[in-house]
Structure formats: C-alpha cells, structure tokens
C-alpha cells in the first residue's frame, strides 16, 4: 500500500479519534444517567459504547469508504481496499460506567497481517497517543518512548484481566512479580496501560487474552516507542485474541518470563 494513503488515512482517523473522544466524554459526563446492560460477568456495555461505536463507523465510512471496520460492538463491514479499522470505542467500559476517568476510544488501522496505524485517545487528561509504523510514537504532538535502563525493581508493570482466562493466572503473575521485587499495578484499561508502556510510564504491561479492538493500536505504540512485543499476526488476532506481553527492552525477557510461567494456557 502506498505510504501516502497510509498517510492520509493516519491523518482521518486521529481527526475522528478526537472528535469520539469529545462525544464518549460527554457521555462520561452524566455517566449516573446512562443505560447499561451486563453481556456477562464484570463486562458491560452502555449506550455510550455503542453510540460512539456508530459515530466512528459513519465518520470512517464516509471518509474512507472502501475500507473495512471491525469493531467490538457492532457486525464487521468488509472493505475492498485491504485495508481494515479495528475499534474499540471504549476501552474500560466498566471504569467508564462508574464514573472513574480511566479509558480510552481506539482506533487501528490493519493491512494483511500487519498493524499499520494505532491511536488511542485520552480525553479525560487531554492526550492522544497516536502513531504510524516507522514513524516513531506521540502523545499529541510529544516524542513519547519507553522507559530505559530498567530492571524490574526500578518500576510498574501493567497486569490485565477479564473473565476470559482464569483467575489463577492473573493471582499467579501478580505473587512472581511481588516476588520479584516488582510493583504491579491495573488500571482497568489494557489500551491505556499499554500507552503508559509507550510512553514510559509503565516499565511492561500483560494480559492472558486481549481481543484485537483491546491491544492492536497499543501494540504498535509500545513498538515504535522502542519497546519489545511478541510477533503477532493481526488477522490471527482480529480472529481470535490471543496473548500480550509488552514491555521495556531491559525487562522484556524477565517479564515474558514471569508471565509465560503466570498464565495456564500459555503456548
């Protein structure tokens, strides 16, 4: 794919990322007000998901017509242009929904196996990490990198979880870093803590199972913010979720480590 079309199409999606961050944070706003259903234990889904869900699709079909849209709430739309956005429209609904000001709207662009665009919008503190493959990682218009020169002892990893795995491996993972001499820390949104991986905030960040809408965009971030993650091919991942470890370069290998021992189901 020409990198002008990438280019353009990295230039839509952070303008349609910031315009559904506006509209989820009006929606935060009165989150007491909103209607909310239980899809199942301690995963739930609001009007504002689906809402914000639908503003992106339109936006995207609009602007980049021929491209597909695979999203968390509503049917794939499939695109001619191999070219394919994956959305969340926000991740940490439960945080969300409680009126804690922890999640994020996300967006990745994909093309054949690789993810080529990720962007995950914070607009509850005024930040978009944003990025395209080989062009480096920002929040806003910030150079953002990994933390450097660290050991597990000298930082936070991110430790996700959701009642798609079991719930030893999260309690098993959380006793081998404390173990370790290492801080864990969750904050209910695996996107956001993977920014915070990108931009130095957490030394690593791992989750048993991560959907495709969850972990795509943060991925690349963590990537071209210097960091190391595991090789995954995206449509594999838009098709069945699977497994993320990010991390720093110097922890990345400790890290994989504990949490390769941490989860059951582990390859």
């Given amino acids: 794919m020409d990198l002008r079309d990438i280019d353009r199409r990295y230039d839509v999606a952070r303008r349609i990322a910031s315009e559904a961050g506006a509209l989820a944070r009006d929606y935060f706003l009165r989150f007491d007000a909103l209607r909310v259903e239980v899809k199942s234990h301690q995963d739930f889904v609001s009007e504002a998901d689906k809402a914000v869900e639908l503003f992106i699709r339109d936006a995207l079909a609009r602007e980049l017509p021929d491209d597909g849209i695979v999203g968390e709430e509503h049917a794939p739309s499939a695109g001619d242009s191999g070219f394919t956005w994956v959305i969340d429209p926000i991740d940490g609904t439960t945080n969300f929904v409680h009126g804690i000001p922890a999640w994020t709207v996300v967006l990745a662009g994909v093309a054949g196996p690789r993810t080529e665009i990720g962007i995950i919008d914070d607009p509850m503190h005024g930040q978009q990490f944003h990025c395209r493959r080989g062009g480096g990682a920002y929040a806003n218009a910030r150079p953002i990198s990994v933390l450097r020169g660290r050991t597990l002892q000298n930082g936070s990893v991110g430790i996700g979880f959701s009642g798609r795995t079991p719930a030893a491996d999260i309690t098993r993972l959380v006793s081998a870093v ?3 001499g290492g801080v864990f820390y969750r904050n209910g949104s695996g996107a956001l803590s993977l920014a915070y991986v990108a ?5 690593g960040y791992a989750e048993a199972h991560m959907n495709a ?8 971030l963590v990537a071209e913010a210097g960091g190391c ?23 990345f290998g400790a890290y994989r480590g504990l949490a390769l021992s941490a989860f059951a189901r582990a390859p």
Avoid: F, N, Y
């Fill in 178 to 180: 404390v173990d370790a």
């Fill in 199 to 203: 931009s130095g905030r957490l030394l």
């Fill in 213 to 220: 809408w969850d972990c795509l965009a943060g991925q690349l």
């Fill in 229 to 251: 993650v595991e090789d995954q091919d995206a449509q594999q991942m838009i098709a069945e979720g699977g497994r993320v470890i990010a991390a720093a370069p110097e922890v």
